[in-house]
């Protein structure tokens, strides 16, 4: 078990709308990071956070936007949702510093439905 | 611009045989390798990883081979069983940026009995 949780599973959002998804890091981890799996493909980075500082962006829009709590929790928020947002959303957490990181554990995912 | 690349969407295997999915990779600061499994409704299980100083890396039936000077890893599992089936993702890193991960698109691997 990695002890990586996300909440909700499953979410249905009406295009235009702003949703907030939330992960629970496996306990002594210090780093989080998202990722979007659309259907048939690889997840795709979206950005992480280290210490509660973003750490790292990838090709995602800024109405894409996350928070680490001191805990290390993290929340990634999406606002202004369009139809291209359905996939899989994944947290994954690791160890290490702002360089270095262990291997990613990751949650079982929350799926996006935009309709 | 896809830079780690699995160029077969899926396999299919005997139960017992070995099974090998390949993947290569564009980027050479890529310096540490990953593979994943996936099932159906849950995240991605670390699986094996390789750095890019070795040419092997071995855990019970899951064996990952590096070929750096082509640019290409493979996942050898032997004996190939049943629940092996899943989507499995390669994925690299380059670990001074913090351990982003590049995932290839995944190989559905079936086992048959």
């Known amino acids: 078990e990695t002890g990586v949780t996300q909440s909700p599973t499953h979410l249905i959002k009406t295009r235009g709308q702003q949703v907030t998804l939330r992960c629970s890091s496996q306990?002594?981890?210090?780093?989080v990071s998202w990722y979007q799996q659309a259907l048939g493909q690889g997840p795709q980075f979206i950005f992480q956070?280290?210490?509660?500082?973003?750490?790292g962006r990838g090709n995602f829009p800024p109405r894409f936007s996350g928070l680490q709590f001191p805990n290390y929790s993290s929340e990634l928020n999406v606002n202004a949702l369009e139809l291209d947002d359905s996939a899989l959303y994944l947290c994954?957490?690791?160890?290490?510093?702002?360089?270095?990181?262990?291997?990613?554990?990751f949650g079982q995912g929350t799926r996006l439905t935009v309709v | 611009d896809q830079q780690v690349k699995q160029n077969s969407p899926s396999l299919s295997v005997q139960e017992g045989r070995i099974s090998i999915l390949n993947c290569d990779y564009t980027?050479?600061?890529?310096?540490?390798f990953l593979w994943y499994k996936k099932y159906p409704a849950e995240g991605p299980t670390f699986l094996i990883s390789?750095?890019?100083?070795?040419d092997k890396n071995e855990d019970g039936r899951f064996t990952v081979f590096l070929n750096k000077s082509a640019k290409h890893l493979s996942l050898h599992i032997v004996p190939s069983q049943p629940g092996d089936s899943a989507v499995y993702f390669c994925?690299?890193?380059?670990?001074?940026?913090?351990?982003?991960?590049?995932f290839g698109q995944g190989t559905e691997l079936s086992v048959k009995p």
């Open positions: 994954a957490s690791s160890s290490g510093t702002r360089t270095m990181n262990t291997e990613a554990f």
């Open positions: 306990s002594g981890h210090n780093t």
């Open positions: 956070y280290y210490r509660e500082e973003e750490n």
């Open positions: 980027n050479s600061m890529f310096d540490y």
């Open positions: 390789i750095s890019s100083i070795k």
């Open positions: 994925a690299a890193s380059v670990p001074t940026q913090g351990g982003k991960l590049i």
